[in-house]
């Protein structure tokens, strides 16, 4: 009985050490190596080198002169600690108080349009509450308003979006989307030339 205790012991320290520690941190080295940036976060940086926000959780943009991300139902907005959806269904008559209350915000913000060019994506948040990216046409929507918050030509700020339109993920995985905190950042650097 001794000799069994012994082998599980010694079985249990290998196995601790192989599937604990050595296996934990052979994943991390290759996560490291081979995708770096995401596995440190996706961190993006700004014009002066310091990290302003991850390519992976949104942010909040209200002011005219950016583009704006979903609506977020995390926490307190955009929190990645509580992160989830609002769980309110199509027929919840508090998410469609919600929804057309955001239409009219994005209306009043973006004079000319009627309700019918609002994409849906602008009214209502993902399922994870933290989506970072925008539809092509979520952006084409906001051009106008950018361009004449920051008194630049709509076409060169159109420009802009076709740039950071990224593409479907192995050319059939998704749908093009645009990275609402790089392109605002752009803006940034764009205005600032």
């Given at each position: 009985?001794?000799i069994?205790?012994r082998?599980?012991a010694?079985?249990l320290l290998v ?6 520690l ?8 290759v996560?490291q190596?081979?995708?770096g ?8 940086r700004g ?8 390519g992976?959780i949104?942010?909040a ?9 979903r609506p ?11 992160s989830?959806?609002?769980?309110l269904?199509?027929?919840s008559q508090t998410?469609?108080?919600t929804?057309?209350?955001?239409v009219d915000?994005?209306l ?5 349009r009627t309700?019918?060019d609002?994409?849906?994506e602008l009214?209502?948040?993902?399922g994870s ?5 925008i539809s092509?046409?979520a952006?084409e929507f906001q051009?106008?308003r950018?361009?004449?918050a920051r008194?630049l ?9 076709r740039?950071?339109t990224q593409?479907?993920?192995l050319?059939f995985?998704?749908?093009?989307r645009?990275n609402?905190?790089?392109?605002n950042?752009?803006l ?6």
């Amino acid at each position: 009985m001794l000799i069994d205790l012994r082998r599980g012991a010694v079985a249990l320290l290998v196995f601790t050490v192989l599937v604990g520690l050595a296996y934990p941190l052979a994943m991390f080295g290759v996560g490291q190596v081979a995708f770096g940036g995401r596995a440190g976060g996706s961190l993006v940086r700004g014009a002066n080198g310091q990290v302003v926000g991850s390519g992976l959780i949104g942010q909040a943009f209200d002011a005219p002169r950016y583009f704006w991300g979903r609506p977020s139902a995390a926490g307190d907005g955009y929190d990645a600690g509580a992160s989830g959806a609002s769980n309110l269904g199509p027929t919840s008559q508090t998410l469609a108080d919600t929804v057309r209350e955001r239409v009219d915000a994005l209306l009043a913000a973006n004079p000319g349009r009627t309700a019918a060019d609002v994409p849906a994506e602008l009214v209502t948040a993902s399922g994870s509450g933290l989506d970072p990216h925008i539809s092509p046409a979520a952006a084409e929507f906001q051009v106008e308003r950018v361009a004449a918050a920051r008194r630049l030509d709509p076409e060169r700020v159109r420009e802009l979006v076709r740039q950071h339109t990224q593409g479907r993920d192995l050319g059939f995985l998704g749908e093009p989307r645009v990275n609402v905190l790089q392109l605002n950042l752009a803006l940034d650097t764009l205005s600032t030339r």
